[in-house]
T-cell receptor, first 114, second 113 residues
Framework: DGGITQSPKYLFRKEGQNVTLSCEQN?????MYWYRQDPGQGLRLIYY???????QKGDIAEGYSVSREKKESFPLTVTSAQKNPTAFYLC?????????????FGPGTRLTVL | AQSVTQLGSHVSVSEGALVLLRCNYS??????LFWYVQYPNQGLQLLLK??????LVKGINGFEAEFKKSETSFHLTKPSAHMSDAAEYFC???????????FGAGTTVTVRA
């Protein structure tokens, strides 16, 4: 089955720790995205990548980092610099990154800072 | 920059009744518009999208939406609600040449038996 997988489903972190969220897709899509979802705020773009070894900051990139070493993988690191990291994180991909492309979403990772 | 406003954070309907979710957009150029659905603790799934073809767009699960430029709206409707329609719905907008979607805050739909 083609799709997007995110792991882990639930993640708990102590304050001051960095954590990495995994996102893998086997759709052969060029573009990948990371969003953060908070109750009542919709989705906000953290980072996006339209091609391997290239990525751009979204609206709320501070305290986050990404890499895109392989087409199918786009891991997100939540660093200790992120002031309020507790949220639901969604990864998405699209065929080319064109404006009209449909974005396909993974099942999400819920991060809780203890 | 584009933006989306979804009117009503919660909508409650009876099973079999009309579902109407409101979305208004702001865009300096002709927009592309999307509706996504999210079930609890899951990712988003595309219901339908408008990309400057027909103004009445039909999607999955019996949903449809109409693009009205004069009203800057893209409201989502379904004639008869089903219990399985209980979810959160997001309207999103993008513009030609832009890379990103801008999402509304979402509308949660509950369906009463």
């Amino acid at each position: 089955d083609g799709g997007i997988t995110q792991s882990p489903k639930y993640l708990f972190r102590k304050e001051g720790q960095n954590v990495t969220l995994s996102c893998e897709q086997n759709l052969n899509h060029d573009a990948m995205y990371w969003y953060r979802q908070d109750p009542g705020q919709g989705l906000r773009l953290i980072y996006y990548s339209q091609i391997v070894n290239d990525f751009q900051k979204g609206d709320i990139a501070e305290g986050y980092s990404v890499s895109r070493e392989k087409k199918e993988s786009f891991p997100l690191t939540v660093t200790s610099a992120q002031k309020n990291p507790t949220a639901f994180y969604l990864c998405a991909s699209s065929l080319t990154g064109a404006t009209t492309d449909t974005q396909y979403f993974g099942p999400g990772t819920r991060l809780t800072v203890l | 920059a584009q933006s989306v406003t979804q009117l009503g954070s919660h909508v409650s309907v009876s099973e079999g009744a009309l579902v109407l979710l409101r979305c208004n957009y702001s865009s300096s150029v002709p927009p592309y518009l999307f509706w996504y659905v999210q079930y609890p603790n899951q990712g988003l799934q595309l219901l339908l999208k408008y990309t400057s073809a027909a103004t009445l767009v039909k999607g999955i699960n019996g949903f449809e939406a109409e693009f009205k430029k004069s009203e800057t709206s893209f409201h989502l409707t379904k004639p008869s609600a089903h219990m399985s329609d209980a979810a959160e719905y997001f309207c999103a907008v993008s513009e030609w040449g832009d890379y990103k979607l801008s999402f509304g805050a979402g509308t949660t739909v509950t369906v009463r038996a």
